[in-house]
């Protein structure tokens, strides 16, 4: 019922500013006690939360990332986007977005994307 499309560049060089998007589908990204969240696996490694959004607008970070992360959203195409900065081979990763719905249990993410890879190389 609720679908998520993660879209993006696959590749990005060192220094850039990796900007992806995530349009849902079935579900307002404004509806009230929904989270919805960014969480990425690098090649070999476990998933690693990135942070989330809240319905009034705030977000909340990593504290590894917070301070290159930035996650905002657009209501008039029900997007979420989000941006991390000055990025480095270590970002290269497959990018999830995903919801905590109201209901959820706490940290509990469901639906997901399925995911975009992201390769940051020169």
């Known amino acids: 019922q609720v679908q998520l499309q993660e879209s993006g560049p696959g590749l990005v060089k060192p220094s850039e500013t990796l900007v992806l998007t995530c349009t849902v589908s079935?579900?307002?990204?404004?509806?009230?006690?929904?989270?919805w969240g960014w969480i990425r696996q690098p090649p070999g490694k476990g998933l690693e939360w990135m942070g989330a959004?809240?319905?009034?607008?705030?977000?909340y970070y990593s504290p590894a990332l917070k301070s290159r992360t930035s996650i905002s959203r657009v209501t008039s195409k029900n997007q979420l986007t989000l941006q991390l900065r000055s990025v480095t081979p270590e970002d290269t990763a497959l990018y999830y977005c995903?919801?905590?719905?109201?209901?959820?249990?706490?940290?509990?993410?469901?639906?997901w994307g399925q995911g975009t890879p992201v390769t940051v190389s020169s």
């Open positions: 995903a919801g905590a719905l109201a209901g959820a249990r706490f940290g509990y993410y469901a639906p």
């Open positions: 079935g579900r307002s990204v404004t509806t009230a006690s929904d989270y």
């Open positions: 959004m809240a319905p009034s607008g705030n977000t």
